[in-house]
């Protein structure tokens, strides 16, 4: 009957391996059933405990998804049946429960439901309802998609834990009060939230790929959940080409992770990596993901065009094999259809390694005065490195310095700091480190084609 002996520490982590794996889909038939998120998910811990108490005596079962699934129902009866305001609605799931009450005795194997991909779906679109704030949302989805704590997610975004718990709280509420419809919008309005669907997972992959603040340069875990994400997405919704895009554009930069810090968790930019490091299955499995997207009718996306730009790097064996030409080309299309400042300022990179440092410096000056990157560490951080490209080092020096007291992660205001001292050295040597430098076309930073706008 059972998979797993009844030794507590290994059924306890048994456990916790089978919620990571299963609380999405538990709380998404649940909330198909019950129409409410925060019930759904009540429900379903209930069922978690159940399982807590019953599991390392028992054992865990071989379909421990399709128990916890019939715990929760069962639960879910009792609860309703002891509301002291026992509504109609409640009265109506408890005879719609019953009706189909085929429920076998928890402790038996029991198929899983049908349903399933369907009611992940329903759940990816209500997590990430534009009713929410871009923070809730995110949080939102973590929480019931990634079946992260309360903790682990306070702890990944550097906030207090009583501001997660906040947010997702009055995440579950405002679902409630504005009675989002647990369903897959159509049309237009399927669209619109799409893309806010896609949005919260291209942050959360965002923040994984490199960190807002804190101490270390990537959060791994989040990049990961993000994937994970995608790729259930992608099998869900299989005709959307901007859903390929994403997968393909978190595949191809996941690849890169291996190489992006020293040993020391010291970054290495991208033209500095050791190739060799790149994961190259994730590589062919987003390829593989962009030529999908391509091939699927409609004008190239955000997403599927960040994705064109990446596989120009994966492509090339060595940096000097990159066609920059090309990614300059595919930026001037992003910049067309996002209209965004930080998508400009890569290109200002591109530009600087397809024509020279002096017409992507004059692409960077350009930005200059857009109020919306005045505290983004990045552009001075790129016209620095132009700059210092161009020998004019005392204004390198002070770019560097600049950045340096606006960038958040520590890993990233090391490495600018230490620009900025290389270059107040001023000796013969780093002069002609930065001429080497200027040849090899080594940039500052890396010209991503995951951008945070």
């Known amino acids: 009957m059972s ?33 409410d998120i925060g019930v759904a998910e009540e429900l379903a811990q209930d069922a978690l405990v159940a399982a807590l108490e019953r599991w390392p005596e028992s054992g865990v079962p071989r379909k421990p998804g399709a128990w916890l699934m019939a715990t929760a129902k069962r639960r879910a009866i009792d609860r309703f049946r002891r509301e002291k305001t026992f509504e109609r609605k409640y009265e109506h799931m408890v005879q719609e429960f019953e009706a189909r009450r085929t429920l076998p005795d928890p402790d038996l194997d029991v198929a899983e439901s049908d349903d399933c991909g369907d009611d992940l779906l329903r759940l990816i679109f209500t997590a990430c309802h534009p009713v929410l704030t871009r923070e809730a949302r995110v949080a939102l989805t973590l929480r019931l998609l990634g079946g992260l704590t309360t903790e682990e997610i306070a702890h990944a975004f550097l906030v207090p834990v009583a501001t997660i718990a906040q947010r997702i709280v009055r995440a579950k509420r405002t679902l409630a009060e504005a009675r989002v419809p647990f369903e897959v919008p159509t049309g237009a309005e399927r669209t619109a939230r799409l893309k806010s669907v896609l949005e919260v997972i291209y942050l959360i992959f965002n923040e994984g790929y490199a960190a807002t603040a804190g101490d270390d340069w990537m959060r791994p875990e989040l990049g990961g959940e993000a994937l994970r994400l995608g790729r259930i997405l992608a099998k869900l919704v299989p005709g959307e080409a901007e859903v390929h895009g994403l997968v393909a554009l978190m595949e191809i930069q996941a690849s890169r992770m291996g190489a992006r810090t020293g040993k020391g968790g010291e970054i290495v930019r991208l033209l500095d990596q050791d190739r060799g490091r790149w994961d190259y299955m994730l590589i062919g499995r987003g390829l593989a993901a962009l030529q999908q997207a391509e091939q699927l009718k409609g004008t190239l996306g955000p997403y599927t065009l ?8 994966a492509r ?11 990614i300059v080309a595919l930026y001037d299309a992003l910049v067309e259809l996002t209209q965004s400042p930080i998508v400009e300022l890569n290109r200002a990179v591109a530009v600087g390694m397809a024509f020279g440092a002096a017409q992507g410096l004059e692409v960077a000056d350009a930005l200059v005065e857009e109020p919306s990157l005045r505290a983004y560490h990045l552009l001075p951080a790129v016209r620095g490195d132009l700059l210092a490209k161009l020998g004019r080092l005392d204004e390198a020096r002070a770019q560097f310095e600049q950045a340096a007291s606006l960038a958040k992660n520590a890993r990233e205001r090391e490495l600018l700091l230490n620009r900025a001292t290389d270059i107040s050295r001023g000796s013969a040597a780093q002069d002609a480190a930065l001429a080497q430098n200027a040849r090899d076309k080594k940039l500052l930073v890396e010209p991503a084609s995951t951008c945070r706008f």
């Open 3 to 35: 998979s797993v002996s009844p030794d507590s520490a290994e059924t306890h982590a048994a456990i916790e391996a089978v919620w990571r794996i299963e609380a999405a889909k538990l709380i998404a038939g649940l909330a198909r059933m019950v129409r």
């Open 306 to 313: 960040q994705a064109a730009i990446a596989a120009c790097h």
């Open 316 to 326: 090339a064996r060595t940096p000097d094999a990159t066609d920059w030409e090309r």
